[in-house]
């Protein structure tokens, strides 16, 4: 990442949230750079668009939506942990 990004807290709607960069930041990925990057809640990163795909399979990884998978898991922010 280049440029300033202002740590925040982040709570995720049940798909993905929309997060625009400011201050000339910018993120380079696959030789095409982003103003804008949208976080899921199945544990990716998508560019150009949200993805609300919540199945992790191969063809929906390389579905053609610029990505990085981290954890690539259904993290529903509404579940909750029970201990």
């Keep these: 990442m280049k440029g300033a990004f202002t740590r925040r807290s982040l709570r995720l709607p049940l798909k993905y949230a929309r997060i625009d960069l400011s201050d000339g930041a910018t993120v380079s990925i ?3 750079t982003y103003t804008t ?29 610029p990505r990085i998978s981290v954890l690539y898991d259904d993290l529903d922010p509404g579940a909750g942990q029970r201990r």
């Design 30 to 32: 696959y030789g095409n």
């Design 37 to 65: 990057f949208f976080p899921g809640t199945n544990g990716y990163i998508t560019f150009v668009h949200g993805d609300s795909t919540t199945t992790e399979s191969p063809q929906n990884h390389f579905s053609g939506i």
